[in-house]
Protein backbone atom coordinates (compact mmCIF):
# COMPACT_ATOMS: atom_id res chain seq x y z
CA UNK A 1 0.00 0.00 0.00
CA UNK A 2 1.45 3.09 -1.17
CA UNK A 3 2.01 5.76 2.41
CA UNK A 4 3.21 9.31 1.94
CA UNK A 5 3.93 10.76 5.77
CA UNK A 6 4.24 14.45 5.92
CA UNK A 7 5.31 16.29 8.62
CA UNK A 8 7.37 19.59 10.10
CA UNK A 9 4.66 21.75 9.71
CA UNK A 10 3.73 24.06 12.66
CA UNK A 11 3.38 28.22 12.84
CA UNK A 12 6.53 30.39 12.17
CA UNK A 13 7.48 33.74 12.10
CA UNK A 14 6.97 35.89 8.98
CA UNK A 15 10.59 36.10 7.44
CA UNK A 16 11.45 32.38 9.01
CA UNK A 17 12.30 29.30 7.88
CA UNK A 18 10.74 25.57 8.15
CA UNK A 19 11.50 21.94 6.30
CA UNK A 20 8.70 19.85 5.59
CA UNK A 21 9.45 15.68 5.05
CA UNK A 22 7.29 13.31 3.75
CA UNK A 23 8.61 10.03 4.03
CA UNK A 24 7.21 7.32 1.22
CA UNK A 25 6.46 3.64 1.66
CA UNK A 26 4.87 1.26 -0.31
CA UNK A 27 6.60 1.56 -3.41
CA UNK A 28 9.90 2.30 -5.13
CA UNK A 29 10.70 5.37 -4.12
CA UNK A 30 13.79 6.49 -6.49
CA UNK A 31 11.83 5.80 -9.78
CA UNK A 32 9.10 8.24 -9.05
CA UNK A 33 9.05 11.88 -9.02
CA UNK A 34 7.51 13.79 -6.27
CA UNK A 35 5.58 16.74 -5.82
CA UNK A 36 4.50 19.23 -2.96
CA UNK A 37 0.95 20.90 -3.30
CA UNK A 38 -0.57 23.45 -1.50
CA UNK A 39 -4.36 24.40 -0.13
CA UNK A 40 -5.35 27.26 2.01
CA UNK A 41 -8.05 25.96 4.10
CA UNK A 42 -11.20 25.74 2.38
CA UNK A 43 -9.66 27.38 -0.82
CA UNK A 44 -8.21 25.23 -3.91
CA UNK A 45 -4.76 23.22 -5.16
CA UNK A 46 -2.04 24.88 -6.31
CA UNK A 47 1.08 23.17 -7.00
CA UNK A 48 4.30 24.22 -5.69
CA UNK A 49 7.12 22.36 -6.29
CA UNK A 50 8.48 18.75 -7.86
CA UNK A 51 11.82 17.02 -7.83
CA UNK A 52 12.40 13.97 -10.76
CA UNK A 53 13.94 10.73 -10.08
CA UNK A 54 17.27 11.42 -9.06
CA UNK A 55 16.76 15.24 -7.98
CA UNK A 56 18.65 16.67 -10.83
CA UNK A 57 15.83 18.53 -11.88
CA UNK A 58 13.31 20.65 -10.02
CA UNK A 59 11.15 22.83 -10.36
CA UNK A 60 9.30 25.55 -8.87
CA UNK A 61 5.79 27.88 -9.17
CA UNK A 62 6.46 31.27 -9.11
CA UNK A 63 5.19 32.27 -6.16
CA UNK A 64 7.73 30.42 -4.19
CA UNK A 65 10.71 30.10 -6.99
CA UNK A 66 13.89 31.64 -4.89
CA UNK A 67 12.25 30.82 -1.42
CA UNK A 68 11.78 27.20 -1.47
CA UNK A 69 13.66 24.51 -2.21
CA UNK A 70 12.65 20.78 -2.99
CA UNK A 71 15.47 17.74 -2.45
CA UNK A 72 15.04 14.25 -2.16
CA UNK A 73 17.00 11.49 -0.18
CA UNK A 74 16.20 7.90 -2.14
CA UNK A 75 18.28 6.09 0.72
CA UNK A 76 15.30 7.56 3.39
CA UNK A 77 12.80 7.21 0.64
CA UNK A 78 12.23 11.08 1.66
CA UNK A 79 11.11 13.82 -0.43
CA UNK A 80 11.39 17.70 1.34
CA UNK A 81 10.66 20.82 1.31
CA UNK A 82 13.08 23.36 1.96
CA UNK A 83 11.08 27.41 3.17
CA UNK A 84 12.46 30.52 3.74
CA UNK A 85 11.29 34.12 4.13
CA UNK A 86 7.96 32.38 4.83
CA UNK A 87 5.01 35.06 3.99
CA UNK A 88 1.76 35.15 5.49
CA UNK A 89 0.66 34.29 2.20
CA UNK A 90 2.38 30.93 2.57
CA UNK A 91 -0.19 29.78 5.05
CA UNK A 92 -1.50 26.75 3.56
CA UNK A 93 -1.79 22.94 4.08
CA UNK A 94 1.12 21.13 2.24
CA UNK A 95 0.59 17.54 0.59
CA UNK A 96 3.25 15.39 -0.60
CA UNK A 97 2.28 13.36 -3.85
CA UNK A 98 3.17 10.87 -6.06
CA UNK A 99 4.16 11.59 -9.88
CA UNK A 100 2.40 8.62 -11.32
CA UNK A 101 2.01 7.29 -15.05
CA UNK A 102 0.59 10.25 -16.01
CA UNK A 103 0.17 12.87 -13.15
CA UNK A 104 -0.20 13.70 -9.17
CA UNK A 105 -1.89 9.60 -8.02
CA UNK A 106 -1.08 9.29 -4.39
CA UNK A 107 -1.14 12.32 -1.88
CA UNK A 108 -0.30 12.17 1.87
CA UNK A 109 -2.72 13.87 4.70
CA UNK A 110 -1.05 16.97 4.55
CA UNK A 111 0.57 18.72 7.39
CA UNK A 112 -0.40 22.22 8.28
CA UNK A 113 1.70 26.05 7.81
CA UNK A 114 1.23 28.82 9.85
CA UNK A 115 3.07 32.19 8.94
CA UNK A 116 2.09 34.45 11.91
CA UNK A 117 3.37 36.83 14.16
CA UNK B 1 0.98 29.56 -17.44
CA UNK B 2 -2.05 27.21 -18.36
CA UNK B 3 -5.26 28.52 -16.81
CA UNK B 4 -7.82 26.01 -16.37
CA UNK B 5 -11.51 27.24 -15.28
CA UNK B 6 -14.20 25.32 -14.37
CA UNK B 7 -17.94 25.30 -14.47
CA UNK B 8 -20.13 25.35 -12.33
CA UNK B 9 -18.40 26.33 -9.13
CA UNK B 10 -20.98 24.73 -7.62
CA UNK B 11 -23.99 22.12 -8.17
CA UNK B 12 -26.45 20.32 -6.49
CA UNK B 13 -27.80 17.41 -7.85
CA UNK B 14 -30.49 14.35 -6.57
CA UNK B 15 -29.60 11.25 -5.99
CA UNK B 16 -29.64 8.93 -8.98
CA UNK B 17 -29.23 11.58 -11.30
CA UNK B 18 -26.54 13.55 -13.46
CA UNK B 19 -23.93 15.41 -12.17
CA UNK B 20 -21.84 17.10 -14.70
CA UNK B 21 -18.75 19.73 -14.42
CA UNK B 22 -16.83 21.20 -17.26
CA UNK B 23 -13.08 22.26 -16.75
CA UNK B 24 -11.85 24.49 -20.01
CA UNK B 25 -7.85 25.80 -20.21
CA UNK B 26 -6.64 28.00 -21.46
CA UNK B 27 -4.45 26.28 -24.39
CA UNK B 28 -4.19 22.87 -26.01
CA UNK B 29 -3.19 20.32 -23.46
CA UNK B 30 -3.15 17.88 -25.95
CA UNK B 31 0.45 15.78 -26.47
CA UNK B 32 0.06 15.30 -30.35
CA UNK B 33 2.60 12.71 -30.07
CA UNK B 34 0.51 10.18 -28.50
CA UNK B 35 -3.15 11.88 -28.58
CA UNK B 36 -3.73 11.78 -25.62
CA UNK B 37 -4.93 14.68 -23.32
CA UNK B 38 -2.78 15.62 -20.17
CA UNK B 39 -5.90 16.84 -17.99
CA UNK B 40 -6.74 14.72 -14.67
CA UNK B 41 -9.64 14.48 -12.62
CA UNK B 42 -9.61 14.92 -8.77
CA UNK B 43 -12.23 14.11 -5.83
CA UNK B 44 -12.02 16.00 -2.27
CA UNK B 45 -14.01 14.90 0.72
CA UNK B 46 -13.56 17.37 3.52
CA UNK B 47 -10.90 16.90 5.93
CA UNK B 48 -8.48 14.48 3.33
CA UNK B 49 -6.56 14.71 0.79
CA UNK B 50 -7.88 14.70 -2.99
CA UNK B 51 -8.15 11.43 -4.66
CA UNK B 52 -7.31 10.44 -8.49
CA UNK B 53 -10.56 9.61 -10.38
CA UNK B 54 -9.67 9.94 -14.50
CA UNK B 55 -6.20 10.64 -16.01
CA UNK B 56 -5.53 10.92 -19.55
CA UNK B 57 -9.12 13.11 -19.34
CA UNK B 58 -11.03 9.26 -19.57
CA UNK B 59 -8.88 6.93 -18.02
CA UNK B 60 -10.51 5.75 -14.67
CA UNK B 61 -7.71 4.89 -12.09
CA UNK B 62 -8.01 1.60 -10.68
CA UNK B 63 -10.88 1.41 -8.37
CA UNK B 64 -12.98 4.29 -9.12
CA UNK B 65 -16.36 3.19 -9.66
CA UNK B 66 -17.75 3.35 -13.28
CA UNK B 67 -20.49 6.17 -12.58
CA UNK B 68 -17.41 8.60 -13.27
CA UNK B 69 -16.80 8.97 -16.19
CA UNK B 70 -14.58 11.78 -18.41
CA UNK B 71 -14.83 13.21 -21.44
CA UNK B 72 -12.91 15.58 -23.71
CA UNK B 73 -10.37 16.77 -26.31
CA UNK B 74 -8.21 19.84 -26.53
CA UNK B 75 -9.50 22.52 -24.53
CA UNK B 76 -12.50 21.44 -22.99
CA UNK B 77 -13.34 18.92 -20.94
CA UNK B 78 -16.36 17.01 -18.59
CA UNK B 79 -16.48 15.06 -15.75
CA UNK B 80 -19.49 13.12 -15.43
CA UNK B 81 -21.37 11.86 -12.30
CA UNK B 82 -23.89 9.26 -14.07
CA UNK B 83 -26.22 8.64 -11.16
CA UNK B 84 -25.07 10.40 -7.64
CA UNK B 85 -24.58 8.54 -4.59
CA UNK B 86 -24.33 10.20 -1.23
CA UNK B 87 -20.64 9.57 -0.89
CA UNK B 88 -19.67 11.52 -3.66
CA UNK B 89 -20.35 14.79 -2.11
CA UNK B 90 -17.20 16.14 -2.68
CA UNK B 91 -14.89 18.72 -4.46
CA UNK B 92 -14.26 18.44 -7.87
CA UNK B 93 -10.90 20.14 -9.61
CA UNK B 94 -9.16 19.25 -12.82
CA UNK B 95 -5.81 19.22 -13.43
CA UNK B 96 -3.62 19.88 -16.61
CA UNK B 97 -0.11 18.55 -16.62
CA UNK B 98 0.50 19.42 -20.32
CA UNK B 99 3.07 22.29 -19.38
CA UNK B 100 4.13 22.04 -15.55
CA UNK B 101 0.79 21.49 -12.98
CA UNK B 102 -2.53 23.72 -12.64
CA UNK B 103 -5.54 22.78 -11.21
CA UNK B 104 -9.14 24.50 -11.61
CA UNK B 105 -10.71 26.42 -8.90
CA UNK B 106 -12.63 23.41 -7.64
CA UNK B 107 -16.64 22.31 -8.15
CA UNK B 108 -18.22 21.64 -4.98
CA UNK B 109 -21.14 18.79 -5.80
CA UNK B 110 -23.87 18.27 -3.45
CA UNK B 111 -27.03 16.55 -2.62
CA UNK B 112 -30.56 18.37 -3.73
Known amino acids: EVQLVESGGGLVQPGGSLRLSCVAS????????MHWVRQVPGKGLVWVSH????????TYADSVKGRFTISRDNAKNTVYLQMSSLRAEDTAIYYC??????????WGQGTLVTVSS | DIVMTQSPDSLAVSLGERATINCKSS????????????LAWYQQKPGQPPKLLIY???TRESGVPDRFSGSGSGTDFTLTISSLQAEDVAVYYC????????FGQGTRVEIK
Open chain 1, 97 to 106: ARGGEATLDY
Open chain 1, 26 to 33: GFTFRTKW
Open chain 1, 51 to 58: VNRDGSAR
Open chain 2, 27 to 38: QSVLYSSSNKNC
Open chain 2, 56 to 58: WAS
Open chain 2, 95 to 102: QQHYTSWT
